[in-house]
């Protein structure tokens, strides 16, 4: 997911596609659909006679109500953050930004969750116990570095990363242990500390509450386009009148992604007043329905870190912060959800190779559990990702990984479709107009929709399609 593996430089955008332009129930128009249950179907058309459409689930009462992304929003929109992207020297391409830093204007709430990988990273491995372990505490600034990702280095893997924190500390002017620290790029290979004592002292002189783009940018290996999302969200009517609060974050991953933890990597601030371990309960709920629901290509990274600072500086100091079951609090998550949506579509839409943007919904599954790993059967399986490349229809695929997923259902109550098209219903086929598939293939999102059954349980899972470039990218990654 963070492409730690051997780098080259950044891959060619050959047949990449943008993120396409969602409905209005999706989260860049404000709710964005994290669990799948969406009103209509993606893609549908006309109802096909005599077919009975799919149980795709809630209504729109039942989606949080958020308003939209805000224009060219990232990590610096709440207030109380600066950021800075810059060229280090990790990379040899000296226009290539490959250092960033994430600064509050003072110690606040901090929250992260981490790769599950055995394997972690050292990074990982640091920025967890500076948390002390729990995933939360305070924190004032946030390093990242690409194209290095410090992981499999052993304890002198150790040594540089505390030591670039220490380096960032000096240079921000903070305690090192209000340091958090990520690296992303190349496993096996030890850091080298000389680019942070050159690109640190560059990169405070660059921070500024317009900066959060550079430090997209710096954040990237193998993706194609910088990801960001921000939010606004009104405190009138919950407790804070006349208040007006943000979220924002950027992420980066378009390689070696399914997440589990976790999240490529991740930065996320608020200027919401949020306590730590209710900043870190937020968090875990939204990763969980956002970034967990990414698959590229079903491998987890050792180096997936998501970090979330709260700044609460939308508030005068000694305020009241957030409760949890509060009508702020649930405005609050439903922000975070539509950050952590919009950017996990926008990895899903930049997987490596990628041209299609593809989501796997599931829904009448014995529980929710079964709904996902029958998604994610769908999602990881290189014969239907290969069928969607070659724009195929091929709805087999779809019922064959369904059937392996462990989920339990009958086949003759499965139903599926694809774009909206009836392909199959009671387990059997549905004759479709495979010249009108076709058409709709040419779209940038390709839905697939499963009615299993057997239940109640759904989920939705994101990945893309599988290309020929997949196979270039990481054939040649260290070339």
């Known amino acids: 997911m963070n492409n730690e593996y051997p780098a080259m430089g950044r891959r060619p955008s050959v047949g990449a596609v943008p993120v396409p332009a969602p409905s209005a129930s999706s989260s860049e128009a404000g709710g964005f659909d994290v669990q799948g249950d969406r009103s209509g179907q993606s893609g549908a058309g006309a109802p096909v006679a005599g077919v009975a459409p799919l149980r795709l689930g809630a209504t729109a009462e039942a989606r949080s109500c958020t308003p939209p992304p805000v224009p060219g929003g990232g990590v610096t929109t ?13 990379r ?19 929250a992260a969750v981490f790769t599950q990988n055995v394997f972690c990273s050292a990074p990982v491995t640091v920025s967890r ?27 002198r893997g150790l040594e540089a990363a ?25 496993i096996g290979q030890h850091l080298p500390l000389e680019p942070f004592a050159t690109g640190l002292p560059a990169a405070v002189r660059a921070l500024s509450a317009s900066g959060g783009a550079d430090a997209a940018r710096a954040i990237m290996t193998t993706d194609t386009r910088p990801k960001e999302c921000a939010v606004v969200f009104s405190g009138d009517g919950v407790g ?4 007006a609060f943000s979220v924002g974050g950027m992420t980066k991953g378009s390689g070696m992604i399914m997440p589990n933890m976790a999240t490529m990597i991740a930065v996320l601030a608020t200027d919401a007043p949020v306590l730590p371990h209710d900043l870190h309960a937020a968090l875990k709920r939204a990763v969980d329905a956002s970034f967990n629901k990414v698959t590229v290509d079903s491998d987890t990274s050792t180096n997936d870190s998501c970090f979330m600072m709260a700044s609460g500086q939308a508030v005068p ?13 649930e405005r609050f998550e439903a922000a975070l959800a539509t950050v952590c949506g919009s950017l996990a579509r926008q990895m899903a839409a930049d997987g490596e190779g990628a041209t299609r943007l593809v989501t796997v919904r599931v829904a009448g599954a014995a529980d ?16 239907v990702k290969t069928a969607i490349c070659g ?12 059937g392996k997923s462990g989920a339990r259902f009958r086949q003759e109550d499965a139903a599926i479709d694809i774009m909206g098209l009836p392909v199959c219903r009671g387990g059997l086929t549905v004759e479709f107009d495979e010249d009108e598939a076709l058409r709709r293939f040419e779209r940038p999102e390709v839905a697939i929709d499963v009615d299993l059954g057997a239940g109640d349980g759904r989920a939705t899972v994101w990945t893309c399609d599988l290309t020929h470039e997949y196979i270039a990218i990481n054939g040649d990654y260290r070339s």
């Open 129 to 155: 116990a500076r948390l002390d372990g729990q995933g939360f505490g305070t924190a004032r600034a946030i390093m990242v570095n690409s194209g290095n990702a410090n992981a499999a280095t052993g304890e």
């Open 317 to 329: 100091p000694g305020s009241a912060p957030f409760a949890p079951g509060s009508a702020a609090f």
């Open 78 to 90: 709440p207030r109380g953050f600066r950021a800075a992207g810059v060229h280090a020297g990790f």
């Open 391 to 402: 724009r195929d229809a091929n709805w087999g695929r779809i019922a064959a990984a369904l």
């Open 368 to 383: 929710d559990a079964d709904a996902d790993r029958a998604a994610r059967a769908v999602a990881n399986s290189p014969l």
């Open 162 to 186: 505390l030591e670039s924190a220490r380096l960032a500390a000096d240079a921000v002017g903070c305690p090192a242990d209000e340091v958090l620290v990520a690296s992303t790029g190349v």
């Open 240 to 243: 804070y009148e006349g208040r």
């Open 92 to 110: 040899e391409d000296p226009g290539r930004l490959d250092l960033a830093l994430v600064v509050a204007d003072e110690p606040c709430p901090c």
